[in-house]
C-alpha cells in the first residue's frame, strides 16, 4: 500500500487536503471514500471492534481495504487540518463531496466506481453529496448521522436548541487550524472554563466561550437565532428530505442507535428513500450511544453480549467490506438478500447488577422488511389526574394537574440521546435521579421524580410483557400563563425494588422536546395566549424496548431538560438572543374533552 496526497481543487478554486491509498498491483480500482473535519490522518474513534476496543489511525483502515483491492481516499473538510478555505460548518459539504467525487473518477487508478463511508460528521458528509447525486457513487453506509431534518434532530429539536452544538463548537474550535497556529488564541481557549460559562446565561456575540474562534461562534450564533423552519433550515448538507426524490439512486444502510441523536435520522432517510424509490436503503438501529457499536454497556446499563453490531457482523469493518464487494465489485456474497431492517429490542435481562456495577437490562436483535415492523399496532394511552397511564379514556370532570417551570432552575439532564457534550455531560440510560458529577445535579441527588416541576404518568405493574417497537408520541392538551414555554416527554422503563435496586430503577427509554411557539406550523412561530389551552404533538424519538412483566410504563411530562437543550426564558423574545427570564405556570389538561395521551407503537 502506498499514500499519496493530493491538494484536490473545488469549483470556486479552494483545494482540499486528500490522502489516496492505493493497493498493490495494477489497477484500476474501486474507491471508498471518507470525507472528515477530524484529521484524515488522525485515529478514529469509530474504527474499533469488539476484538480491538482501540480506536484505530485510518491509515490502519486504508490497509485493510487496500488489502482486498480498494483505493481508498481520505479526504480533510473544508477550512480544516490541511485543507484550505474556510470552515462551514455542514452547509459546504454538498459541492465540495461532488467535486471530490469527479475528480476521483476521473483518476486513472480509478474503475468508475465509488463507495463512500463513515460515522457522524462523516455520515453528514455522505448524505450532502448524495442529495447531488455525484459521478461513480454506487454504494453508502452512513453511520449515526446525514440529517434528514435537522431542524428536528441534530441542531434542533421541536424547535429547541441542542447545546451539543455549542461544545461542539468550543472543542472543536480549539483545534482549528488558526487556533493550532496561534499561541494567544490557544491560551485564550485554555483558559475557559465551560462550567462556568453554562451555569451564566444569556450568552452573547463576542462574550460567549466560543468568541475567541469567531467563524465558529458566528455560525454557532446563525444557528440558534434562525429559530423557524425557513429556507435556512431547507439548506443542503441540513435537509436530506428535500432531496430525496432525486438523491443517489445506490444501495445505502443507514445506521444510528436509541441512545444516539440520530435515529430519527436514520429512519427518515430510509422511510423517505423507500418512498421515493431511490436506491436499496436498509435500517440498523442498535442499543448504544453515538458510534458505540462493538459496546454492551453505556451509562448504568448493560444490554448483554449480543448488543454489538460484532454479535452477528463479525465486525464492522467486515460488515462494509461484504456490501462494497457486493455493489463496488458485483461479488454474489449474498448481501442482497439481508434484512431491509434490523433494529435491538432493549429488555428481557435479569435486573440485577453485574460485576461492574451495570443494569442487565438485556435484549436481542429482530428482523424485518420494513418499517415501522408490519404487524405494529399503535395503542393509546391516557394520562389521568391520578398520576395514573391508562389505556381508559379520562373522566370528563378531571382536574388540569399545573407546575411551575423556572428557567433559573431548569430539569437537569440524565442521560438520554446525546454526544459531543463533554466535559459537561455523556448519553445513554440512566436512573432518573440526580448524581454527584453530572452537570447541574444537586445534593441531596434525589430523583427527578420529586422535583414539582416533573409531572408523573404511570401504569399499574404490568400484567405480562410489553414490546414497544417504532415511533412514539404525545399527543396533549396544555396551557401556560406565559407567551413561550418548551414541553419536554420521557418515557421510562420503571423496574421494581430489588436486592440490587432497594428503590427500584427508572431507566430512560427514549424522549422528546417541542417548543411551544412552533406548535402549529415551525416555519410560522406563534406565541401563546395566557391560560388558553392548545393540543400539543411531542414526537419521541423511535425505540424498541421490551417492557417485563412487573415493570412499569412511565411518562414523565416537564418544561426544560438542562443543558441537553438550551434554557427557554419564557418571555417570548427571540431565541439565542433573549436577556430576560420569568417563572411560568403551565397546565396539562387530563379530562375527556381535552384527553392527553401518550401512543406507542406495540409489536407483534
Known sequence: MN????????????????????????????????????????????????????????????????????????????????????????????????????????????????????????????????????????AQVLDSGGFSDAWQGGIR?????????????????????????????????????????????????????????????????????????????????????????????????????????????????????????????????????????????????????????????GDWRAFRLRFFDRWLRGVENGAEDDPRVRVFVMGGGSGRRNAAGKLEHGGHWRTAPDWPLPGTRFQDFHLHGDGALRQATPPADAVPISWLSDPAHPVPTVGGAITSMEPLISGGPYDQREREGMFAHAAPYLPLASRPDVVVFQTEPLAEDVTVIGPVVAHLWVASDAPDTDITAKLVDVYPPSTDDPHGFVMNVTEGILRLRYRDDPSRPKLLEPGVPVRVTVELFPTANLFKAGHRLRLDIASSEFPHYDINPQTGEPEGAWRRMRVAENTVFVDAARPSRLVLPLAG
Open 3 to 138: 499514500r499519496t496526497e493530493y491538494m484536490v481543487p473545488c469549483r470556486d478554486g479552494v483545494r482540499l487536503a486528500t490522502d489516496v491509498y492505493l493497493p498493490e498491483g495494477e489497477g484500476p480500482f474501486p474507491v471508498i471514500l471518507e470525507r472528515t473535519p477530524y484529521g484524515k490522518r488522525e485515529a478514529s474513534r469509530s474504527e474499533r471492534t469488539a476484538a480491538d476496543p482501540q480506536p484505530a489511525k485510518r491509515e490502519t483502515v486504508a490497509a485493510y481495504f487496500t488489502a482486498h483491492g480498494y483505493a481508498v481516499v481520505y479526504q480533510d473538510c473544508r477550512g480544516r487540518w490541511g485543507s484550505e478555505g474556510e470552515f462551514v460548518k455542514y452547509l459546504a459539504d454538498g459541492e465540495d463531496g461532488y467535486d471530490c467525487c469527479a475528480w476521483i473518477v476521473a483518476q486513472p487508478w480509478c474503475d468508475g466506481g465509488i463507495g463512500t463511508m463513515g460515522l457522524s460528521y462523516a455520515a453528514h458528509t455522505q448524505a450532502s453529496l448524495g442529495c447531488l447525486n455525484p459521478p461513480g457513487l454506487k
Open 157 to 313: 429539536r421541536g424547535g429547541a436548541f441542542e447545546l451539543k452544538q455549542a461544545t461542539w463548537a468550543f472543542n472543536q474550535g480549539r483545534l482549528a487550524p488558526e487556533t493550532v497556529a496561534d499561541p494567544i488564541r490557544a491560551a485564550a481557549f485554555a483558559g475557559e472554563d465551560l462550567h462556568a460559562w453554562f451555569a451564566r446565561w444569556p450568552w452573547k456575540p463576542g462574550h460567549s466561550p466560543v468568541r475567541h474562534a469567531p467563524d465558529y461562534e458566528d455560525y454557532l450564533f446563525e444557528q440558534w437565532t434562525e429559530g423557524a423552519f425557513g429556507p435556512f433550515w431547507q439548506k443542503l448538507g441540513i435537509y436530506a428530505k428535500g432531496w430525496h426524490d432525486r438523491y443517489a439512486d445506490v444501495p445505502m444502510v443507514h445506521m444510528s442507535s436509541w441512545y444516539d441523536p440520530y435515529p430519527r435520522t436514520a429512519v427518515e432517510n430510509y422511510t423517505g428513500l423507500r418512498d421515493a424509490g431511490r436506491g436499496r436503503p436498509s435500517l440498523i438501529l442498535g442499543p448504544w450511544t453515538h458510534g458505540n457499536r462493538s459496546q454492551t454497556d453505556f451509562g448504568e446499563v448493560d444490554f448483554g453480549p449480543d448488543a454489538t453490531v460484532d454479535s452477528w457482523a
